[in-house]
């Protein structure tokens, strides 16, 4: 028996960006698929029909991967998959795979041999680093930093150091709500011209996308409170 096919679908990165974030053969996909995993079970079905779904929601079989459920068997997730049914995993925004848990069942669907399809959506990381100006050929993603202050600092100083040593386009991110306090320890640590880019809700109505110096920011800080914001330093030119 053949197995099913699991499709990478990804979601929007905010509030009215369904016609940014779709494409015609998402919206053929599933409306083909009725099994999915999710990182959370209301947003993914808010998102299918927000997606076209023409199918009846009530005869879909979503399986919950939040942070509360990862413990359980996953093994149950496959069941589907393994009896040749094409299932869906999606994030809770962007796309699946990338800072994103589900990544350990991707791994897991190519160590059973199970085909993994990736459709095209938005990625922040890659949206921000489009729009930043910096290099797009040598770069790191780094995920969240440090919650404890002082590591946070020395841990940007280190990006800072990667950024002018090797002309590497150092990325990283941050819970909304400290946004503000890893954006002061950045202003107050960094070398004043040193380069960073904040790409702030992306594909929203109200995006804020721009590359300044660290001089240049400091004359006029944003609040970034509770906003989803990704950050980026480059070498000083």
Request: with cysteine; charged share 20%.
């Amino acid at each position: 028996m053949s197995f099913g096919t699991l499709y990478l679908i990804p979601v929007p990165l905010a509030k009215d960006a369904s016609a940014k974030s779709f494409t015609p053969y998402l919206i053929d996909t599933i409306n083909q698929i009725k099994e999915y995993i999710v990182e959370n079970e209301k947003t993914a079905r808010y998102f299918l029909k927000e997606a076209g779904l023409k199918i009846h929601q009530n005869e879909l079989i979503i399986h919950d991967y939040g942070k509360h459920h990862r413990d359980t068997n996953t093994l149950d997730f496959f069941k589907g998959l393994l009896a040749g049914n094409d299932v869906g995993l999606m994030s809770e925004a962007g796309c699946p795979g990338i800072a994103d848990p589900g990544a350990n069942l991707i791994r897991m669907a190519h160590k059973k041999g199970i085909k993994v399809v990736p459709l095209v959506g938005p990625s922040s990381i890659l949206l921000a680093l489009m729009t930043s100006g910096f290099n797009g050929q040598s770069f790191a993603f780094h995920g969240y930093l440090p919650i404890d202050k002082t590591q946070r600092i020395k841990k940007i100083k280190e990006l800072e150091t990667l950024a002018n040593r090797y002309h590497q386009t150092q990325l990283f991110i941050e819970t909304p709500f400290r946004n503000n306090a890893i954006l002061e320890d950045a202003l107050k640590n960094c070398n004043p011209e040193t380069q960073l880019c904040i790409a702030c809700n992306l594909t929203a109505i109200d995006e804020f996308i721009q590359t300044k110096t660290i001089r240049e920011w400091k004359a006029h800080v944003p609040d970034l409170h509770k906003k989803p914001a990704i950050f980026i330093l480059n070498s000083a030119t």
